[in-house]
């Protein structure tokens, strides 16, 4: 199968960051958001993140031209009657992407493949909301999108190898390398990524080191490009929270229970670098 038009679901940092590679990778682009106002900073950070690659020499000024004529916004799903491929970048709730499943299901063309960012959630089960579960599948990137190299790709237990096929041929062209992993929770990525980011909560808590010495530590110490908890900073402390909350349900082992500062940070709206405020304090949004 050839994909030339793809709708990305959701316009927010990782919806936005994969409409961002693929119009630059010549697809045809449909970024949907049912917000107008997400949708307006998801395009408005698009075209200022091209203009920073083109800055920067990354991107000819005709390339950036025709990656921002390739996309274009849309406030229904409707919008994606007519992509080949529907990438759907919505917040980590199982039943809001079985929602937004089960009504792409009904909008698309019988060979559309219907793939989700998810970073954590069954595949299996929300291909179940579709009556095509063959054509169901995980495209996990990561953040920031035009910049990470990585897409895990994750097969459902009902995944075809042409569906898989597909999306590791999009992925490549896309200037990604893609993994194929298993539909268990986490996958690979969030699987080991999300127990370190929670053990340096759990330091932080009770006191073993303040938030810049326990980063300090992991950058210096173990060569990682960004501390723990700057990184859950960037992900989202909400989006790391929902992710251990899946761990720990669907794995039933207490070493990924979250840590109750983390759920404590969450609560009073401290959400990392989106909010100005998370282990670290950053500038103001916007």
């Not at 909560?201 to 210096?220: N, S, Y």
Request: include cysteine; glycine fraction near 12%.
């Amino acid at each position: 199968m050839k994909v030339r038009r793809v709708a990305v679901i959701g316009a927010g940092t990782m919806g936005n960051g994969i409409a961002h590679v693929c119009a630059l990778g010549g697809l045809g682009v449909s970024l949907v958001d049912a917000d107008a106002a997400a949708l307006d900073r998801g395009l408005a950070t698009i075209g200022r993140n091209l203009g920073r690659q083109l800055a920067r020499g990354k991107i000819t000024a005709e390339e950036r031209a025709g990656a921002l004529a390739r996309i274009e916004g849309g406030r229904s799903l409707d919008a994606a009657a007519h992509a080949d491929l529907v990438i759907e970048a919505v917040p980590e709730h199982a039943s809001l992407k079985r929602e937004i499943f089960a009504e792409l299901d009904g909008v698309t063309p019988p060979g559309t493949i219907l793939a989700s960012n998810t970073s954590s959630i069954s595949i299996t089960a929300i291909a179940a909301a579709t009556g095509r579960p063959g054509q169901v599948i995980g495209m996990h990137f990561m953040n920031p999108v035009p910049v990470m190299k990585l897409v895990e790709v994750i097969r459902g237990l009902r995944t075809s190898d042409a569906t898989t096929a597909a999306v590791m041929e999009v992925a490549r062209a896309l200037g990604k390398t893609p993994v194929e992993a298993r539909d268990f929770p986490g996958f690979v990525s969030n699987r080991i990524l999300m127990p370190m980011i929670n053990e340096a909560v759990f330091a932080l808590m009770e006191g073993v080191a303040d938030a810049e010495g326990i980063d300090t530590v992991m950058k210096l110490g173990m060569n990682h490009p960004m501390g723990p908890l700057a990184l859950a900073d960037l992900i989202g402390l909400d989006t790391c929270l929902n992710i251990l909350e899946v761990l720990h349900r669907e794995l039933g082992d207490d070493r990924y229970r979250p840590c109750p500062l983390l759920r404590q940070y969450v609560a009073a709206g401290w959400l990392g670098r989106k909010s100005g405020r998370g282990f670290h304090r950053y500038a103001p949004p916007g």
